[in-house]
Every structure is written in structure tokens, then in C-alpha cells.
């Protein structure tokens, strides 16, 4: 009883922290060619808190997926300059980005041809958009690996579910940006992230700051949470390590 009741809390905590990621700091972009289609997936998922880019050609989709690292892409199959197909095969020489396929419900074929070609998943028009938004969160789950709800990185830890940081096991009163951006490199700990990222992940496309804001961001954190708690790469960008 005392298990099965501890289970289903860590699993609402995971949600919660799931919830709380996606709303800070998951950019999608939407490769569809009907403007009608195109313009409700990106309001729907939107108001769902993502940063959401667009595009309304293959050609054009593939330029931004491979400019800029997407959590994840939703590619509409048949697309006028380039397919679908040839987006994903391009875009599969060079990143792993987790792709969710929209094709036509009666072709069969497409889905297995897409699953093979390196796309994750598949929804078959007309879909709702609950579907879309449950599968894409499960989508960006898998490719983010992480499961825990806390991570602990020498004396500090980051508890994902409510948004906090504690240092040795005190509370530091963090900004939400501030927050965001902690809880950014700890869940790509031991990598590099650019300023780039940063941007994309932490602002929206049309938050207009100046890039120097990311320092100042940096600097802040570091007099909370240590000096040596964020690496700066100079000129490459930021790390954090275990
Ligand atoms: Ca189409």
C-alpha cells in the first residue's frame, strides 16, 4: 500500500516536472504546407507554452531544423519544394532532432516508409490535437532521458517538480530565468551549450534582449550558487559539469 502509494507521487511529481519543463523551455518547429492546418497546430501548441517556429515549404523547413536545435519536429509528409521525405533524410546526415511524421490516412506505406527513413513517430490526419501534444511530450521525454525529479550536482541540487534550487540543502532564491537557464545546462550536464541554445530555449523568437543578458544571467548565478558552478567556454558558450 505504502509502495503503490509512493509510486503514483513520484510519477505525479515526474508530470508536474514535465509539465513545468515544457513550458520553459521546449522550441518545436511545424513543417506543414495547408496554412489552416499549419496555423492551429502552432496556436494549440503555443498556448500549451511551447516556442513554436513554422514553416510552410520542405525547403524552408529543413533550412531552420538544421540552423537551429528544435526539441523536436512535426513534418507534414507531402510538402511542396521539398517532401517530407527528403527533409528527413537530409536532416537525418547531421541531427538527431526527434521527428513526429503527419501523413494521409490511407497510406499505409508512408508510415512504415517514415519510421524506416528516421522519424520517431507518426499521426494520421485528421488527428486531434491532444493526440499531437501527448505525443510530442513523449517524444522530447525520451530524447531528454531524464526520469528523476531532482539532480544533484555537488553540494547543489535542482528539484524539477517545483522549480527550486537548494545548496546544501538550503534554499536559494533564484529568478525564473535564472532558474530556467540552471535547470537548461543540468539537464545537458557535461555538454556544451551554446548561446544559441540558451536563446532559443529560454527566450521566445521574438524576445528582442541583448545577447549580454545571458552573462549577467550567468554572473548572478554564479554568486548564488558558486563561482566554479558554471564553466564559460569563451566564445563557444556554457557547461556544466556532474
Ligand atoms: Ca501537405
Known amino acids: ?16 516536472y514535465l509539465e513545468k519543463l515544457f513550458r520553459i523551455s521546449v522550441r518545436l518547429l511545424v513543417v506543414e504546407d495547408e496554412p489552416d492546418l499549419r496555423q492551429a497546430i502552432v496556436q494549440a501548441l503555443t498556448e500549451e507554452g511551447f516556442a513554436v517556429d513554422e514553416a510552410a515549404d520542405g525547403h524552408s523547413g529543413l533550412h531552420k531544423a538544421t540552423v537551429w536545435d528544435y526539441d523536436a519536429i512535426v513534418l507534414d509528409l507531402m510538402l511542396p519544394i521539398k517532401s517530407g521525405w527528403e527533409l528527413l533524410s537530409a536532416l537525418r546526415k547531421t541531427k538527431s532532432t526527434p521527428v513526429l511524421i503527419l501523413t494521409a490516412r490511407d497510406a499505409v506505406n508512408d508510415r512504415v516508409r517514415g519510421l524506416d527513413g528516421g522519424a520517431d513517430d507518426y499521426l494520421i490526419k485528421p488527428f486531434s490535437i491532444v493526440e499531437l501534444i501527448a505525443r510530442l511530450r513523449a517524444l522530447i ?10 539532480i ?4 547543489i541540487t535542482i528539484h524539477l517538480a517545483d522549480r ?3 545548496k546544501a540543502g538550503e ?4 529568478t525564473a530565468r535564472e532558474y530556467a537557464l540552471v535547470e537548461l545546462l543540468a539537464l545537458h550536464r557535461g555538454k556544451l551549450i551554446t548561446r544559441t541554445m540558451i536563446y532559443d530555449h529560454i527566450f521566445g523568437e521574438d524576445d528582442d534582449s541583448l545577447s549580454n543578458l545571458v552573462d549577467v544571467h550567468v554572473s548572478h548565478i554564479r554568486k548564488k550558487l558558486g563561482a566554479d558552478f558554471i564553466e564559460t567556454r569563451r566564445g563557444q558558450g556554457y557547461i556544466l559539469h556532474d
Do not use: C, L
Open 152 to 155: 544533484d550536482i555537488g553540494p
Open 171 to 174: 534554499a536559494v532564491a533564484m
Open 141 to 150: 521525454r525520451r530524447s531528454v532521458g531524464q526520469s528523476s525529479s531532482t
Open 164 to 166: 527550486t534550487v537548494t
Open 1 to 16: 500500500m505504502q509502495q503503490s502509494h509512493n509510486q503514483s507521487d513520484s510519477v505525479a511529481a515526474t508530470q508536474f
